[in-house]
């Protein structure tokens, strides 16, 4: 060995420590982070719609691909909402906010009286084939809307904690009542992890916390004993195998989907529960029908996924300074990967059945679409990080234009400034 060569063996962990450290201190991490397991959780989404939904989709709709194929087109209308918000600038998401309480406040009572009732709770608003939930963009309404709300209070300093809560309590009631007016209460819970939220970031005490999920479990306990199928789904929770034939059935379906696909699962399209066993298994229980042909693995990749998404927008609220950046990122984490907790708790037996998607993976364009949404503002976000403008500039040729290049086809060189030319 020459005494030029590096010496033969392992890395050495004080190295390997400080390769990591360097890899989580990039400027565009939060941005790579948040667009690929996106993709990532999309992709799978659209594939095991398509498994779980062909059957009955052949049944109803005489084409096994009708679900899949609406799918397709509402997370394509969701990728250009995607991309347009990740290129709007922080000042368009501060003005949306009175908007889209506005609009979301109005189509909860338009939902109210010109809703349709499914299953115990009046969602949607059907409009020949589109159906819209309004009750989802609220989430986003209410994101962007309470960060704002809190951050011009906050402005300068800190400040009383109960001048925070006027009118940001109201604004939620408001929202949380008319979802439950459509017995919603799924929805509600959503909205309120949101709120909870927003007042963690901006500082309230832990008393307060206490004193709103006393009031939030007093509220719950009311609804599920003046609805009698609530009371039924909580039954059903408790002791689904003695009421596997009622209201457990559900519940007992998805876990033996589960319990079936052992570690690595079936295969893809080798569900048994998708054949009129589990019913919405494209919807509230995909993650049975992906841990049915996933396995335990696969189940286990998504929540790792959503425990990456989850640390990227995370990240993007602690290195950003604005405080409506730290608070609506904060809210839109919040809702994402509480959602992914209430709709993955449901299925594996310790939190009771609310009839929530999962996001980004669950069959529903009214669902996907505020999501999407809420990624792309996220997105926008992650450019503020120190660095990440300058690291984009500094950004070399993106693999198109690498493939052109090599065919003698390529143009000048994207993200190359001026005067950095060959001499």
């Known amino acids: 060995m020459t005494a030029t060569e590096p010496p033969a063996g392992p890395v050495p962990l004080g190295g390997g420590l400080s390769r990591l ?54 997370m394509a209308l969701g990728l250009v909402i995607m991309w347009v918000c990740s290129r709007l600038p922080l000042r368009f998401f501060r003005l949306a906010g009175y908007p889209l309480m506005v609009l ?14 499914e299953l115990g709770a009046q969602r949607w608003i059907y409009i020949g084939e589109l159906t819209i939930q309004p009750s989802e963009p609220a989430k986003l309404a209410l994101v962007v809307w309470g960060a704002d709300l809190l951050a011009r209070r906050a402005r300068g300093g800190m400040i009383e904690w109960r001048h925070l ?4 309590m109201p604004g939620t009631a408001i929202l949380a009542l008319l979802v439950m007016a459509g017995s919603d209460l799924g929805t509600t819970i959503v909205l309120m992890v949101i709120f909870l939220a927003l007042l963690w970031v901006v500082g309230a005490p832990l008393r307060l916390f206490g004193g709103i999920l006393a009031v939030a479990v007093l509220a719950t306990i009311v609804m599920i004993s003046t609805e009698g199928y609530r009371a039924d789904r909580i039954e059903g929770w ?33 569900s048994r529960a998708k054949w009129n066993w589990l019913p919405h298994a494209e919807s509230d229980f995909i993650f049975s029908i992906i841990g049915e042909e996933l396995g335990l693995m696969g189940t286990l990749v998504v929540i790792t996924l959503f425990g990456l998404l989850g640390y990227a927008g995370l990240r993007v609220a602690t290195r950003v300074r604005d ?30 059945i609310t009839g929530i998607p999962l996001p980004l993976v669950s069959y529903g364009g009214s669902a996907l ?13 992650a450019k503020l990080e120190p660095g990440a403008r300058e690291a984009l500039l500094d950004r070399g040729p993106g693999p198109a234009a690498r493939a052109l290049s090599w065919l003698g086809l390529g143009g000048p060189e994207r993200g190359r ?7």
């Open 21 to 74: 450290r360097e890899l989580l201190e990039r400027p565009l991490l939060s941005y790579h982070l948040l667009l690929g397991v996106s993709g990532l959780l999309m992709a799978l989404g659209l594939m095991m719609v398509l498994s779980a939904s062909s059957i009955s989709a052949l049944e109803t709709r005489d084409s096994a691909f009708a679900l899949f194929g609406r799918q397709f087109l509402s």
């Open 104 to 117: 979301a406040a109005l189509g909860l009572v338009l939902v109210i009286f010109i809703g349709q009732s």
């Open 165 to 168: 809560l006027v009118p940001l």
């Open 238 to 270: 408790l002791n689904p195998w003695g009421n596997a034939q009622t209201s457990g059935f559900q519940a007992v379906q998805g876990q033996i989907a589960m319990g079936s696909g052992g570690w690595f699962g079936l295969g893809l399209g080798s």
């Open 323 to 352: 405080p409506f950046v730290r608070l609506a990122s904060a809210a839109a984490v919040a809702w994402i990967a509480g959602q992914a907790i209430v709709n993955i708790g449901a299925v594996i037996g310790v939190l009771p």
């Open 369 to 381: 679409l505020p999501t999407l949404a809420a990624l792309g503002m996220l997105l926008s976000f």
């Open 417 to 423: 400034r001026p005067g950095r030319g060959r001499r």
